[in-house]
């Protein structure tokens, strides 16, 4: 789809801007909470955001988008010091009304999905019940519509931001304010950067509190959602990034201290690889369910690939002055390791560390 | 020597249960002579030698109390909680299975014969007693049986896993010195916790020194070879020096074959030798990382 | 970064100088923290160097190649190099990436480093020095 070539030709260039972002969202974390000992974390978290948005928006919005971000991301962390603060003394009955409130929250989804859903126009609405609820494909929809495939799925993307919008609203209780707001949050819902660029999302971001805070979770959607991440790797920050979001995906299943470690250094490893070799590429981080549970790395590039992957992969072969070392010891890291390399044309590196069993017997 | 009771016996056929009821009435009426004749019977067998006569007697009463009992309600829990309990009572003593299904066998038949005894005049009668008690019997001999081995299980796993435990200590011999001595077979699993243990160990103790004895490890596979080498390495990132004592020829060679250069490994003949060196370390200066790590 | 929470600090403590790396560094900035420390064991003629890593969380090759630099850069300039720090996670990662620290000692902590730059540099107090 053309949105995805679009995204991955704007990459590269976003990157480098995030980098150059990191001065001013030191600035702005810097602001509000001085000396605090988790400054740091908020700007990385701050950055993390970003990078991972940068795809689905226009570059020239990276900067008013990390102002928002930087705000919000300092706004959660004195709600959360807050929270924790009023239930300190009663930290042992917390999870308690935990339950009650956890149904609380799936009724309030639903209800709001179904408001979302009634705001999408009738057609709109059955084509894309159609294709999620029923499974019909886009070729039989398009052949019942009189259309082609494409459209049909140009369509259905549409509908999706527009959902993911009016479902936002619903479970917020927000009615935007102005008749900016929802061409806006459309926009940067379907990561169509044209649109972001007409409606001048950036500076609507910038002067429109609700969408500063609605942004969030519409450009980073999939990303808690399906427990991947994507992160563009262009610059040395992205590689730091891009580790400590390894990390702290990985925590998420039982891997101790020392796997942690290795995973967040075997990343490293890869990306400096893209920086060095490629300038620009990608990794993806995702959690794997089955066959069993892990974490897997895809780190690609569209550089001039490597000449010889037997000779890579021996120990000892270098081409930037190294320890000599490099992608055979990734692989001693991680538990499956595949390299695909083709000259001219890029390389990936698909690696897997696996949740070690609780139990050995 | 059968004694006439005067039981007011109802001969309806099929009543397997008054006949039950009948029968614990009699094992309950004679219950010291039959016992005494059970722990005969099982001295004779050479069974639980292990035990004093006192715990002989005492136990073998109890056993015979409840076996009755259970015999008498012929609930299932009633049995099974009869079994476990017997089971824990007499694992600690060191008695095979086959002594603990022996002793049960005996009693059941030392009571049929008792019951054989008593029933012998009225053949039919007879008949209906034993219909009666010895499915009963044999299903308490089973999940006695049933019982003592998963308990015995369970008894050796707990202790196994305390080998375990205790097989990858770090102790901590003096100040800045740690003992690492690695006991039976080492899996690449517990030689990736031996390492986490160490290396721990190394910043909790302030370590400097190291002795890593192997001499309870009577082979190793490259693996485990591999991860050897590179907990020494690690150990010596985090500032330790290593020595390894007890290193077996063979494990010597696995060295080796996995292109370790010996040279470069601290390894002392037998852990009082690597003691002392140690020592020397802690007492002179580390003047000088010893080695290289790799380049 | 200028402006920023420092990245590193770096003191002076007699003819030592203690570097302690506060945060993770990405590429440029190790190698900005290169350059700084270089030159400062310079400025100051230093004896003996301590750098800190306690705070990182992943030394990968780039970065254990900087510190194996700097390590030759300080004995070139005639400085002993202790590095310290290293959390276990990160040296057994290292030992299994296969990097090490090369010739450069390694000792527990700052302390355990101190103490190992008085034994192995001769004290400026007695004059003399035996090595460069
Ligand atoms: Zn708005």
């Known amino acids: 789809m053309s949105a995805t070539e679009r995204g991955e030709k704007g990459t590269g260039h976003a990157s480098a801007d995030v980098a150059d972002l990191i001065p001013m969202v030191r600035r702005i974390v810097g602001a509000r909470v001085g000396s605090h000992p988790a400054a740091d974390d908020l700007v990385q978290e701050t950055l993390t955001r970003v990078l991972a948005a940068s795809d689905t928006i226009e570059p020239g919005m990276l900067e008013p988008y990390a102002i928002v971000t930087a705000r919000n991301v300092v706004a959660t962390m004195w709600r959360d010091e807050d929270r924790k603060r009023r239930n300190r003394h009663r930290a042992i009955d917390l999870s308690e009304p935990e339950t009650p409130e956890a149904q609380l929250v799936l009724d309030e989804e639903q209800s709001a999905m179904a408001r979302a859903l009634g705001r999408l126009d009738e057609r709109e609405r059955r084509t894309l019940l159609e294709h999620e609820v029923s499974g019909t494909d886009t070729k039989t929809l398009a052949e019942s519509a009189g259309s082609t495939a494409g459209a049909i799925a140009a369509q259905l993307n549409r509908t999706r931001a527009r959902l993911r919008v009016e479902y936002l609203l619903a479970l917020q209780h927000v009615e935007p304010p102005t008749d900016r707001c929802r061409p806006v949050l459309i926009a940067l819902s379907s990561g169509d950067h044209r649109r972001q660029r007409e409606v001048r999302a950036a500076q609507h971001l910038l002067e429109c509190k609700d969408c500063a805070s609605l942004s969030q979770p519409l450009l980073e959607r999939g990303q808690q959602r399906e427990g991947s991440l994507r992160i563009t790797i262009a610059a040395d920050p992205d590689i730091v990034a891009a580790r400590s979001a390894a990390r702290e995906v990985a925590s998420r299943l039982k891997f101790g201290p020392t796997e942690l470690t290795v995973i967040a250094t075997a990343v490293s490893e890869v990306c400096r690889n893209i920086v060095r070799f490629a300038g620009s590429g990608e990794v993806v981080i995702e959690l794997l369910e089955s066959p069993r549970r892990g974490l897997q790395v895809v780190a690609r590039d569209a550089g001039p690939g490597i000449p010889s992957v037997e000779k890579a992969m021996s120990d000892g072969y270098s081409t930037y002055g190294g320890l000599g070392l490099g992608l055979p010891g990734v692989r001693r890291l991680m538990d499956e390791f595949a390299l695909v390399s083709e000259s001219g044309h890029g390389t990936t590196v698909t690696m897997t560390k696996w949740e070690r069993n609780t139990d050995d017997e | 020597m059968s004694d006439q009771q005067q039981e007011p016996e109802r001969t309806a056929a099929g009543e397997g249960e008054h006949l039950l009821s009948q029968l614990v009435a009699h094992l309950r009426e004679h219950r010291t002579r039959l016992r005494e004749e059970w722990a005969q019977r099982i001295q004779q067998a050479h069974l639980l030698n292990a035990m004093t006569p006192q715990e002989m007697s005492a136990e073998t009463t109890s056993v015979y109390d409840n076996y009755v009992e259970v015999l008498e309600t012929g609930s299932v829990e009633a049995l099974q909680h009869y079994a476990r309990d017997l089971s824990e009572r007499i694992i600690p003593r060191g008695v095979e299975t086959h002594e603990v299904v022996g002793i049960v066998l005996l009693l059941r038949d030392v009571l049929a014969r008792s019951l054989f005894e008593k029933y012998q005049r009225d053949f039919g009668l007879l008949n209906e007693v034993l219909d009666a008690y010895e499915p009963a019997a044999n299903r308490i001999a089973n999940t006695v049986a049933v019982s003592f081995v998963d308990e015995r299980e369970r008894v050796i796993r707990q202790q196994q896993d305390a080998i375990r435990e205790l097989s990858t200590p770090v102790l901590p011999v003096r100040e800045r010195l740690l003992i690492l001595p690695i006991i039976g077979v080492l899996d690449s699993e517990r030689a990736r916790q031996l390492t986490e243990q160490l290396l721990s160990g190394i910043r909790k103790h302030r370590a400097r020194v190291v002795v890593i004895d192997i001499t309870g490890s009577p082979d190793v596979d490259q693996t485990v070879a591999n991860h050897l080498v590179q907990t020494v390495d690690a150990s010596r990132l985090m500032g330790a020096s290593v020595i390894i004592t007890g290193l077996s020829p063979k494990i010597a060679q696995t060295l080796v074959t996995i292109g370790v250069d010996l040279s470069k490994m601290n390894t002392i003949g037998d852990l009082q030798g690597g003691l002392e060196e140690a020592e020397r370390l802690l007492g002179y200066t580390v003047t000088r990382k010893e080695g290289g790590t790799s380049s | ?132």
């Open chain 3, 1 to 132: 970064m200028n402006g920023g929470p420092a990245l590193v600090s770096i003191m002076r403590q007699g003819s030592n100088l203690i570097a302690s790396v506060h945060t993770a560094l990405d590429d440029s900035e190790l190698v900005r923290f290169e350059r700084d420390l270089v030159d400062q064991i310079g400025e100051f003629r230093s004896r003996g160097v301590i750098i800190d890593v306690a705070a990182l969380d992943v030394i990968d090759s780039f970065a254990a190649l900087t510190l194996r630099r700097i390590a030759e850069m300080a004995r070139l300039r005639g400085a002993v190099t202790v590095l310290v720090g290293i959390q276990p996670e990160v040296a057994f990662t290292m030992v299994r990436l296969g990097i090490g620290t090369g010739d450069v000692p390694t000792a527990l902590d700052l302390e355990e480093g101190l103490e190992m730059l008085a034994r192995t540099a001769p004290h400026p107090a007695s004059g003399a020095d035996g090595r460069r």
